[in-house]
């Protein structure tokens, strides 16, 4: 007949000699028999390997899952926390100190600021870690009103100390005053005195890269507050955040009616909202200090330094790099790579897999580089490891996470995917990626649709609409019929 091949993996023996966990001497002859067993999904007796046979007789263990929260349980659970607020406004006289405090609940309440504030009932030692939590979140929130200008200190909102006086000679004079302006770091404020300053100010501004203004070379290191002029609603103003607004102009809307805009100009780093890099070293650094020796949770730091988690992980277009925080190094398998000295002397598995670190170095060298580069080239590399040898032994799964760092889960996957698709090494498309390419062909052919039928409408003249108007109607409401 044909050729045993087990319903579930696929595997050519009903009990594999040659792999690792068979008898030791490997001198039977004796000829096992397939396993008889139900598909769980079809129903049907299909012939299975031993090692199949013995995973499908294996009863698991039944997860306990925990009952989910309800809104009662949240509901008590905020009404604590904003009585432990309230009870840390009165240590420290701040009302803004009343959202100090751990708000995370999955299964169970953290409390972990709670906790640490409390200090196990001692009355003097909690008064102190209330004060120095305090601390933290005063000097946090002075350091995230700082902004940050490349190649000069950064400014804040705080007071003018200076003001210059720009007269109203021409142009050319104002031109020469901004060059004196940019040369000194010093200026807070500038006032002007006419309308006509205001204008020449401005236009002088846009004749320059607005970013120029406010970056390069000697350009202002302190952005002043506002512009002051004689003339009220139509003053120029400088806002602490770097903008520029300028004088009122008259644009006319699509309907027709006009409305007054007051043009305004981009100056600075991020336009002004850059965080400074002294508030950047503050919370990566009190960050540290909060999670592993305090033991506080990420919402908790969070709330104490003043930051989300879009400062940690979004994508800086200001810079070239991806985001402020790396992946953490303390859980990350990649930083816990051991040397290939070390995977010589480690025995991985019956088959000593790691001794390929000795013949194979730049090898396992040039896998575990190109693992490091990113998920989807990591399943390439994992899928090579796991090619078998002369169809009878691959590398085992101790052995490729040594190398490449990659989680167990992963292996089985990639290798699930493999049998699935006879040796395919090429990781699938993500799940999302389908999603939406099947989204836009469906847009598409929707499309190709109404563009026919409007067209054969039109040739006949059975409508007199135009296309967008038959699109809106017909398309959108009767979609169905195509």
């Known amino acids: 007949g044909e050729p045993f091949s087990c319903h579930l993996c696929r595997s050519p023996y009903v009990i594999n000699r040659w792999s690792k966990h068979a008898y030791k001497d490997r001198r039977s002859k004796h000829n096992p028999t397939p396993k008889t067993k139900l598909d769980p999904k079809t129903g049907k007796e299909v012939y299975v390997c031993n090692a199949c046979c013995v995973t499908l007789e294996r009863r698991r263990k039944k997860k306990k899952s925990r009952p989910a929260p309800t809104a009662e349980d949240k509901q008590r659970h905020l009404d604590q926390c904003e009585a432990f607020g309230r009870e840390f406004v009165e240590v420290v006289g701040q009302s803004f100190a009343k959202n100090l405090f751990c708000p995370s609940y999955n299964t169970e309440p953290c409390n972990c600021l709670q906790k640490y504030c409390h200090a196990n009932g001692d009355t003097e030692e909690s008064l102190h870690r209330m004060r120095e939590i305090y601390k933290l979140h005063v000097r946090a929130k002075e350091l995230s009103k700082l902004k940050c200008y490349e190649g000069h200190r950064e400014s804040t909102s705080s007071l003018p100390t200076q003001s210059m006086t720009v007269s109203h000679k021409g142009p050319d004079s104002v031109k020469s005053n901004l060059q004196g302006i940019n040369n000194r770091s010093n200026v807070d404020i500038y006032t002007v005195h006419s309308q006509q300053d205001r204008s020449d100010v401005v236009n002088s501004l846009q004749v320059h890269d607005p970013l120029q203004f406010g970056v390069s070379g ?81 919402r908790a730091v ?122 395919d090494r090429e990781p699938p498309a993500h799940g999302m990626k389908k999603y939406r390419m099947a989204q836009q062909a469906g847009a598409k052919k929707d499309k190709d649709k109404g563009q026919y039928i409007y067209l054969l409408c039109k040739k006949y003249a059975i409508v007199h609409l135009n296309e967008q108007t038959f699109y809106k109607r017909v398309l959108t409401k009767h979609h169905k019929l195509f």
């Open 218 to 298: 000697s350009s202002l290191s302190v952005l002043p507050d506002s512009v002051q002029c004689s003339e009220g609603q139509y003053s120029s103003v400088v806002t602490h955040t770097g903008r520029i607004a300028g004088h009122l102009i008259l644009e006319t809307l699509p309907n027709g009616k006009k409305r007054k805009r007051r043009q305004s100009i981009v100056i600075g780093l991020g336009n002004g909202q850059k965080r400074s890099k002294a508030f950047e070293t503050f919370v990566f650094e009190k960050r540290a200090y909060l999670k592993e020796t305090l033991n506080l949770c990420e």
């Open 302 to 423: 969070q709330r104490i330094l003043c930051y989300s988690n879009n400062f940690l992980h979004k994508r800086l277009k200001t810079e070239n790099k991806l985001s402020r925080v790396n992946p953490d190094e303390e859980h990350s398998r990649q930083s816990k790579l051991i040397t290939m000295d070390t995977i010589s002397e480690t025995q991985c598995c019956i088959d000593n897999c790691s001794l390929m670190a000795l013949t194979h170095r730049r090898l396992l060298l040039e896998w575990r580089e190109r693992a490091q580069q990113g998920q989807a080239e990591a399943r390439r590399v994992v899928a090579e490891m796991l090619v078998p040898s002369a169809g009878l032994r691959c590398n085992c799964y101790c052995f490729i996470t040594m190398v490449t760092g990659v989680s167990r889960s992963t292996i089985t996957r990639v290798k699930g995917q493999m049998l699935e698709s006879g040796g």
